[in-house]
């Protein structure tokens, strides 16, 4: 399953395609850059209560009224800040797991990480619980994300050999299929107000964000940001192969420990800050991939900064489309996503 | 057992070291470093037992490794010296132990006893990455799990001396090309690798290998698969890297007659066990090979044109032929 995509791109009728965009990976990571600093002001610049961008600009250098200040500097701000990272953090996790797990078809949530902060954060709510304080939703969720990381490990781990990628994605499988089977036994004794904020809860939504959300979220993305672009090459060699991997110099079985629990923490975090957010980690990878080759050197930077980019959109959209009522973002990425996706898939074949 | 081959290595060494070895390169064998000796070294890098600064080549003592939950060991005591310089074979019937020697040689493998080292240094010493800037390696099997061009995997050869961050300088980019001429796949290298036959894939892989500027080239079965052009390709090039280059190369492949043709010395292995080492000529008996193979066969000369005439070739023998054998079989 894993070898069936063969870059197609330089086929002779994909030439055609292939002027449109920019040839090289840098002139892509800046063009990415661009997008993703034009979406992150138009995050900013656009919402419900119909800002002018003369009043945005003046409340963002401090000046105007203490409500125009407020909605930008409290609520747009912070809010658009927290989407870029988390969905920088959830697409460069995508590309990390796919890359580990040789699979394409890898996502974020693969390895039982929702499921573990989904049990963590409906348990919160549905024990009532969550009302002490804005703060325990979050929390749970990050104690369920690290005990489904830790849980998922100790299978892989006992299976004989450290981290075999069949192991960890079979373990990864079924411990989410448990996390679920628990969420579903836990909203089967929930009453109707704490169903429903369980089930938005779980669908993922940016409407918590303020600027502790962001901040906690970013002292943990620079560092695992770093560590994980700095294994880009070894990611590399293991896409060819682990033994081909371990004879070109690569710690194999370092590199797979670093990059699994670097990459399950970054969706511990952003899980615990905004929910799951799904289709993301699974398709901007991807639709990089078709577009500019695999070499994760510029893979994982371009995933962080489509990841930030498409969220940003997908989030002004869940803002402001059906405003002053504020759409789930995990419907709009998916709504946005897959026929992106399909229609990538498609040209490919040209 | 072991005993008769150190006596066999002695002679090989005398007699296959080009230019004509030191006469003195027997005598220091037989007086007490036999297995330095037999490795073709100069004898006074051969004098010391803790030999630091051995040449690049492999040595392994008693080595013995058996898989988790097998019947059987793998390896069961193999000893074996690589000299610097030529190209080794190693051969030996399906599950013989051959790329489980392999990957103990390359420090993949722990062996539960017994010892390997490459240049003096025993494996577990070896960082990956260091072993990497002298050995390249080409795998048996490779199944990538995403596309790449052709210029992209010879490139990864550059890890080992770039690592992670170090940025590909002018020497990198000239080894890359290098070794792709040297392959013959220049004109490749912006295909991905999987629209290419299996012969230009390996070609390319080992391009990879020699992009790493190794000492020593280790490859697994590297023509399992390949039509006689691109079998013959191969050979010719890593003995054209071992002639020229000064490159060792140790190969594993189940071409007995290309074995006897290029290698200079063959590692006979059976269930495990060092059935015969030594120069093709020596090892290549009929009375060897079909107790090995367990198959009745023929040894013919090579009947040429071409250097390698009178290489001894093995023909197997067909349904009649086979009455002595099922005898020998019986009688196992």
Redesign the interface.
């Known amino acids: 399953m ?2 069936v ?6 086929a002779p009728g994909a030439a055609r395609t292939r002027a449109l965009r920019p040839r090289s990976a840098a002139g892509a990571l800046v063009l990415l850059g661009v997008v993703m600093a034009v979406a992150l002001v138009a995050a900013v610049a656009i919402g419900a209560a119909g800002l002018p961008l003369r009043e945005v600009v003046a409340a963002l250098a401090g000046a105007g009224d203490d409500t125009t200040r407020a909605i930008v500097r409290d609520l747009r701000l912070p809010r658009a800040l927290l989407a870029a990272m988390t969905g920088g953090a959830l697409a460069l996790a995508g590309a990390v797991f ?2 580990l797990l ?3 078809l890898a996502e974020p949530y693969v390895l039982g990480v929702s499921g573990g902060a989904a049990v963590g954060a409906v348990a919160a709510i549905v024990l009532g619980i969550a009302a002490l304080s804005p703060w325990v939703v979050p929390v749970a969720a990050l104690a369920g994300a690290l005990a489904a990381i830790a849980i998922v490990f100790r299978i892989a781990a006992a299976a ?1 050999r450290m981290l075999d990628t069949r192991v960890l994605l079979l373990a990864g499988v079924i411990v989410g299929a448990f996390f679920n089977a628990v969420i579903l036994l836990l909203l089967t004794f929930a009453e109707a107000e704490s169903f429903r904020s369980a089930v938005f809860w779980m669908m993922g939504s940016l409407s918590g964000a303020s600027w502790s959300t962001a901040a906690l979220l970013a002292v943990y993305l620079l560092p695992a940001g770093v560590l994980l672009l ?5 990611l ?6 682990e ?2 991997a ?7 079985e370092r590199v797979k420990l670093v990059a699994y629990f670097v990459a399950s923490l970054l969706v511990a975090a952003s899980v615990a800050a905004c929910g799951v957010i799904g289709f993301i980690g699974l398709i901007i990878p991807h639709a990089l ?1 078709l577009a500019w ?3 994760h050197r510029f893979l994982l930077p371009a995933s962080l900064l489509a990841g930030a980019a498409f969220l940003l959109v997908a989030d002004t959209a869940a803002r402001t489309l059906a405003a002053p009522a504020e759409l789930p973002v995990g419907v709009i990425t998916a709504l946005i996503g897959v026929p992106v996706f399909v229609l990538l898939l498609a040209r490919r074949r040209v | 057992m072991s005993e008769e081959r150190e006596v066999r290595d002695v002679v090989a060494a005398g007699s296959a070291s080009p230019g004509g070895a030191a006469p003195g390169a027997p005598a220091t064998a037989n007086a007490g470093a036999p297995r330095a000796g037999a490795s073709g070294a100069p004898a006074g890098a051969a004098a010391g037992p803790a030999n630091t600064d051995a040449p690049a080549v492999f040595t392994a003592r008693g080595l013995r490794f058996t898989y ?1 939950r097998a019947a059987a060991p793998a390896l069961d005591g193999v000893d074996l010296d690589v000299p610097p310089g030529g190209v080794y074979a190693i051969l030996g019937p399906n599950g013989s132990g051959k790329s489980t020697l392999l990957r103990v040689l ?1 420090g ?1 493998l722990a062996p539960q006893a017994g010892e390997a080292r490459y240049a003096g240094r025993a494996l577990a010493e070896w ?7 002298r ?1 390249g ?1 080409v ?1 048996q ?9 052709v210029r ?2 010879v490139a ?2 550059r ?2 001396h ?4 170090r940025r590909e300088g002018e020497a990198d980019r000239a080894a890359i090309e290098q070794a792709m001429i040297r392959c013959d796949v220049l004109d490749l290298a ?6 290419l036959s299996g012969g230009e894939r390996q070609l390319v892989r080992i391009a990879r290998a020699l992009a ?1 500027q190794p000492e020593t080239l280790v490859l697994d079965e590297p023509t399992a698969a390949l039509d006689i052009r691109h079998e013959m390709e191969i050979f010719e090039l890593v003995a054209a890297l071992a002639a020229a280059g000064g490159v060792t190369v140790v190969l594993v492949t189940h071409n007995i007659n290309l074995a006897a043709r290029y290698a200079s010395r063959i590692l006979l292995l059976d269930r495990g066990r060092v059935a015969a080492e030594g120069e093709p000529d020596a090892v290549l008996t009929r009375e060897t090979v079909e107790r090995v193979y367990r198959w009745p066969v023929v040894v013919e000369r090579h009947p040429g044109p071409g250097r390698d005439a009178g290489a001894p070739q093995v023909v197997a023998l067909a349904g009649e032929g086979g009455g002595d054998v099922r005898g020998s079989k019986a009688a196992e």
């Open positions: 894993s070898a995509t063969p870059a197609r791109a330089d796919q890359a040789r699979n394409p004989g700095g294994l880009a090459r070894p590399n060699l293991l896409a060819v192969g033994e081909t371990l004879h070109l110099g690569v710690r194999v991939r080759g695999s070499d | 988790p390359l993949a960082t990956p990455r260091e072993l990497a800037r050995i390696v795998p099997h490779e199944e990538l799990a995403f596309p790449i061009t992209e995997l990864m050869g890890y080992p770039l690592g992670n961050w912006d295909r991905p690798l999987a629209t790493q």
